[in-house]
């Protein structure tokens, strides 16, 4: 036997022995989360074990979605007790895998209902069926340069609107020597602002009529939305970029800019120690004067998988981590997570001044937008209709539709294609 | 041959086909199966035309197939014909130190494919890429390697061509070492140049190792997924998605597994046809 083949299988012992020492453990539980979620679970873990010494909390860092498919499909094998999973991802795995979570009613989730706003337990319900506890959200705000600003002569009131922003954009510009755009947008590889600003105009991709799922991407709201990304791309005001290219951009000074989840906070704070107190936040852009402020883009929520041999206790960690306001603004000073917890929002944090924003009451400005947030149902085919719609953008924005109409009429008629679902 | 010993061949060769049943030909089945049903939501129904019927009517299918047969017909053959170039290059008798040449032209199919695919990501990264940089250098604009169809065509292709021209040269450098000398010879005393010598010997002959890095480089690219994924995440919008990674996205993302599956075959039936047309075109044997 070669030394790697040893190393395999000393590796497959090792892998067994954890799996059975959590197996065999039943006053255990595991949770599985990412990266800055992690990280923030991984202390309430440790503040849980330290009031709770009958059970253990365990949260572990994984690439969550993949291994939970995985243990789904093989019906349940090898998964943690409580798993995060974002809310516009939540709905496929219910669809396709409901015997993997548990419904909550049975430990009396419908007692939490009043702590949340609606619209974060619509994305986590699959017909009268609740199976997540709402955890961060993700109110969409502008974070801003405001030395950046200062020096090309715009203001907050300037970027109150989208048309606005555009001509800040362009005063920007003149100001750096074409130097420095408003944003990047994943415009060619996702739908973040397309999104946002359709719901800003209360159109979604998917809506419901009679009880059924229709298709309503090529109504007049998602249209605008859609022509207002053109808009701003043939201005020149943002480009395209990914998340890792949007951080690089925004701190070489090349954007000047983010339309973003709140949860946004947190990456700029720590991945621009140096650029402290020069950002600030203002609420986003509207369509026009007066126009609605408000969006959300992202959040995650907390599930108990179906595997777990002790989802009870699996249920009292998931209540102690995202139903205390302390734990919850806990984790919003340390890791930037904005509770969705409604009781939070009185906190005294939440209307004090922040150090790195310039002394800003971000907070306050971040939460006043959360009730003018229109609910958004997530479906099963949201995956498939983004990319069909990712395409759609491109070649719209790369000139090859007459106009947005005709771009989102046809990608509502390859949505109903590949969902067999109607056109409203 | 008594009844025993006609077990015992078959008793040796059991854990292969236990292992081979178990973990290929009952999947295989499986997922084909899968293919005729509607895997929407459980409970999954048995729908014969679902998800084929569907193939032919989604555009995104066909753009992606599009972007696979645009690699296959363009960047193929422009690859194997560089591959010839290096292989005759590194067979000839005036060349010095032809090992290091021979290490240098194969090692970039030594270096994985995720870590290469990072480097050229450095590199051609639109606003700060070392290539952009050198072409600002010499006078040319930024190209948009990543951030436009063009460009992020022309790098996918780039990159396959920098790390498989070497693997396909050293085949053919194969082919050409097992060419006969006296033929050579022969046409030398005819006063052929070496450049007839290439076009009616050289050529002929290497015929059926062309033929072979053909369907290896076709069935390669039917398959190709690290490279779109890691360089240009198939975009901007679909311009670089293939249909390997349309199927991941189809089984895995959206979790149509059905569909999935339908695609799957259809890249193996797609293989096959055009395997079995590219042996037709050239013919399995040398004419020479």
Redesign the interface.
Known sequence: MNTSTKRIIGALLVCNGILLSTAANAEEITIWSWDTAAEALKSVSEQYNATNPALTANTVTSQVY?QL?AGCAAGGVNLPDVVSIENGEAE??I?????CFVELSQFGVDELKPLFSDYKWVELQSGDNTYGVPWDAGQVVTFYRADLFDKAGITADDIATWDGYIEAGKKLAAATNGETRMALSNY??GLNWFSVMAQQLGCSVFGEKNGETTIRVNQAGCVRALDQVKKLADAGVI??G?WSEKLT?LKTG?TASAVYGAWYEGSVRNNMPELSGQWRVTKMPAFEEGGKRAANLGGSALFITASSKNPAAAYDFVKFALTKPEIQIGMLKSHGLVPSLLSTQSDEYMSSPQEYWGGQTIWKTILETSSDIEPVRAT??G??AG??L??????FV?GKYDSAQAALD?AAK?IK???GLTVE | MSPKNRITPYAFIAPYLIAFGCLWLIPIIYSFSMSFFNT???PWKFDMLHNWG?LF????FL?TLKNTFLIILVQVPFMLALAVIFAVFLNSKLLFLKGIYRFAIFAPIVVADAAYAVIFRLLFND?FGFVNQLLNAVGIADIAWT?S?AGAIALISISLTWRWTGYNAVIILAGLQSIPKDIYEASELDGASRFTQFLYITLPNLKPVILLCLVLSTFGTLQLFTEPTLLT???????TTTVAMYMY??G?????FGYGSAIAYFIVFIGLGLSLIQFKLLGSKSDA
């Open positions: 993949d498919t496929r795995y669809q396709q895998f409901p015997d060619t590889s480009a395209p990914g951009a090349k099963p085919y995956a498939e990319d069909i990712v395409a759609i953008q491109t070649a790369e046809e390859q294609n590949a969902t | 929407r939501a459980r569907r009517e989604d555009a995104l753009a606003d951030g169809s995440e198939g975009g901007p919008g679909v311009s996205q189809q895995f993302k959206s979790f149509n």
